[in-house]
C-alpha cells in the first residue's frame, strides 16, 4: 500500500518482518534526510494517515512518537504535527554513522522510551506491571497509623522533613535488611527517598562524575534507562541470559566502566536470578578497581520456590555495593517511598548531597511506616502476599497458556509480581510485540512489549513477547477473561497468522 502526501510517500511491504511502525518511522527519515520534507512542514494527522494506510492509530502514534523523541518531529497539540524547525544537521545518515562511531567502546546510544513500554501514570488497570495487589492491602489499618500520627501534635510532621530520613524508619529499615536480607549496615547508612528515581538522582549526584559509564543490563529496566540516560551518563548494555549479567562480556565491552547497574534477585524484566559465580565476578571487578555496583532489589521478598534469596550486598565484603530498595511492591507505589543503603566511606557525601538537595519525603508518611512495620503489620502483610500472589501467578500463567496454545511461551516465575512471556516465531516471522501491546492498551490492559526493554529493540533476533503483572488477578474467571483479551490483540497484530493455533479462536 502507498499514501502520497504533498511532499512524502509511505510505502508499506506487508509481507516484510519490519513492524509497520518502524516502515513508517524509515520513510519519514528518508523524506527528512533528501529533503523532500523540510523543516516546519506539516505531516499528516495521525487518525488520517491511519486511515489512509489501513492500520491501526496507536501504530502511526507509535512511529511519531520515535520520531518526536529523536528529533525530527515536532508536535504542536490543535495545530498539528510538523518536521521540527529546529532539526539538526545530524538528520543526514552520514552524520548519523559518524556519531555512532564516536560512542564510547561498547557503549549504545539510548533513546527516551514510550509510554507504551511501561505505564505508571494514572488509573491502575489490568495486568500493569510492577503494581501490587491493592485489592487486599490493609488500607483501615494504614489509615489509622496515619491518622494517628497526624493527631499527635508532634510538630516534626509540620516541619521540613529531614534529607536523610525520619530515624525512626531508618532504624526500622536497618533491623528488617539484617533480619530478610543478610544486610548487615547501620542506621546512618540508610537515606529515604521519594521513589527509586530520587534514590539514582542522590546516587549519581554523589558518586558519579561526568561522562562516567555504567554497565547496564540488556535488557534492563525501562524507566531506569530512560532517567539515566537524562543524566549525561554513558550506558554500557551487557547481556543478560538464564544466570543473569554476563560479567564476563560486560569486562570485554567496557572493563573501565565506573558503575554496573544490576537487579541480581530478580532481573528485571527476564526474572532470572544472578548466579554465584557471577555474582563474585561481579565483586571481584568492583573491589579491583574501586567501582561501584547499585544493586536494586525492587521486589526480592516475594519468591514462591525456596527462601528469598539473599542479596548481593550480603557478600560485599569490600563494600562496592550500594543497595536500593523500595516500598512502592510491598506496600503501595502511591506511598512513594524507597531506600538506599551506602557504603560508610560515602556517608558523608550522600548527606551533603541529599541537604543540598532538600528532597525529604513527607515526614507523616515515613512515620506511620515505621509504626506500621514496628508494630509488626509489614512481616505479616508480606507474607500474606507471597502466599497470594503464588496463587495469582498460577492463575494467570494457566490461562495464557490455554488461550494461547503454542503461540506463546509462558514459563512459570520464581519470584516477583510480574513476568515476561514470548510469541513464537511463525512462517510468517517474529510477532510485531509492540503492535500487540498497542492494541492491549485500547482494550485497556497494561501490557509492555518485551523487545522495547531491550538497547536495540529493532534487531530482528530480539525476542518478541509481553511483560505484565499478576498481582491483581482476582480469580480463574478474571484470568480467563484477560487471557482470552489478549489473545485477541494478537490475533488483530501483524505476524499473527501462519499457525493453526492463531486461527482458532481465543480460549478454545
Known amino acids: 500500500m502507498t499514501v502520497k502526501t504533498p511532499a ?8 516484510k518482518p519490519v513492524p509497520i511502525y518502524l516502515q513508517i518511522c524509515e520513510r519519514f527519515r528518508t523524506a527528512i534526510a533528501a529533503g523532500h520534507l523540510r523543516p516546519g512542514d506539516r505531516v499528516p494527522a495521525l487518525r488520517g494517515l491511519a486511515m489512509q494506510l489501513n492500520t491501526a492509530r496507536g501504530t502511526v502514534e507509535l512511529a511519531y512518537t520515535i520520531l518526536v523523541d529523536e528529533g525530527y518531529l515536532l508536535m504542536r497539540g490543535a495545530a498539528g504535527t510538523f518536521v521540527s524547525p529546529s532539526l539538526p544537521a545530524a538528520a543526514t545518515r552520514g552524520q548519523a554513522r559518524s556519531r555512532a562511531e564516536s560512542a564510547p567502546r561498547g557503549s549504545q546510544p539510548m533513546r527516551r522510551e514510550l509510554p507504551i513500554a511501561v505505564d505508571m501514570s494514572g488509573e491502575p488497570r489490568p495486568l500493569q506491571p ?3 495487589a ?3 492491602f490493609p488500607r483501615k489499618l494504614w489509615n489509622r497509623l496515619v491518622s494517628r500520627r497526624a493527631r499527635s501534635g508532634d510538630r516534626a510532621m509540620l516541619a521540613y522533613p529531614n534529607p536523610m530520613g525520619y530515624p525512626a524508619l531508618r532504624e526500622h529499615i536497618a533491623t528488617y535488611l539484617a533480619l530478610s536480607r543478610g544486610v548487615t549496615c547501620l542506621p546512618e547508612q540508610v537515606f529515604v527517598t521519594s521513589g527509586y528515581r530520587a534514590t539514582l538522582e542522590l546516587v549519581l549526584r554523589s558518586l558519579a562524575s561526568p561522562n562516567d559509564r555504567m554497565w547496564f543490563e540488556d535488557p534492563g529496566y525501562l524507566l531506569a534507562r530512560g532517567f539515566l540516560t537524562e543524566t549525561g551518563v554513558q550506558l554500557v548494555p551487557v547481556p543478560v541470559d538464564e544466570d543473569g549479567i554476563d560479567v564476563a562480556r560486560g569486562m570485554e565491552l567496557d572493563p573501565q566502566a565506573r558503575f554496573a547497574l544490576v537487579t541480581p534477585s530478580h532481573q528485571a524484566p527476564l526474572g532470572c536470578t544472578l548466579s554465584l559465580a557471577r555474582r563474585m565476578a561481579l565483586l571481584d571487578w568492583a573491589e579491583k578497581a574501586s567501582r561501584w555496583i547499585i544493586e536494586d532489589d525492587y521486589d526480592s521478598e516475594f519468591r514462591y520456590v525456596g527462601r528469598p534469596l539473599p542479596a548481593l550486598k550480603s557478600l560485599d565484603k569490600s563494600d562496592r555495593v550500594i543497595y536500593c530498595g523500595t516500598f512502592s511492591k510491598v506496600m503501595f507505589p502511591g506511598l512513594r517511598l524507597a531506600y538506599a543503603v551506602v557504603p560508610e566511606r560515602a556517608v558523608e557525601r550522600v548527606e551533603r548531597v541529599a541537604g543540598s ?8 508518611l515515613q512515620a506511620a511506616l515505621a509504626d506500621f512495620i514496628g508494630q509488626g503489620h509489614f512481616a505479616r502483610h508480606i507474607k500474606r502476599m507471597r502466599t497470594l500472589y503464588g496463587e495469582r501467578r498460577t492463575l494467570i500463567a494457566d490461562a495464557l497458556k490455554q488461550a494461547f496454545g503454542d503461540r506463546m511461551i509462558v514459563d512459570m516465575p520464581h519470584g516477583g509480581i510480574q513476568f515476561p512471556v514470548r510469541f513464537t516465531v511463525g512462517p510468517d516471522g517474529p510477532v510485531d510485540d509492540v503492535a500487540v501491546a498497542m492494541r492491549a492498551r485500547d482494550a485497556g490492559l497494561a501490557v509492555g512489549a518485551l523487545s522495547w ?9 530480539t525476542p518478541r513477547g ?3 503483572g499478576f498481582a491483581n488477578v482476582a480469580d480463574a474467571k478474571d484470568a ?7 489473545r485477541a490483540c494478537l490475533d488483530a497484530s501483524p505476524g499473527a497468522a501462519g499457525s493453526d493455533s492463531a486461527k482458532r479462536r481465543p480460549g478454545r
Open 8 to 15: 512524502l510517500s509511505i510505502e508499506i511491504d506487508r509481507q
Open 130 to 132: 510492577g503494581l501490587p
Open 134 to 136: 491493592l485489592d487486599v
Open 357 to 364: 538537595m532538600n528532597a525529604g519525603s513527607p515526614a507523616l
Open 453 to 461: 526493554w531491550y538497547a536495540n529493540a529493532r534487531l530482528r533476533h
Open 466 to 468: 509481553l511483560v505484565m
Open 480 to 486: 480467563g477473561r484477560l487471557a482470552r483479551a489478549l
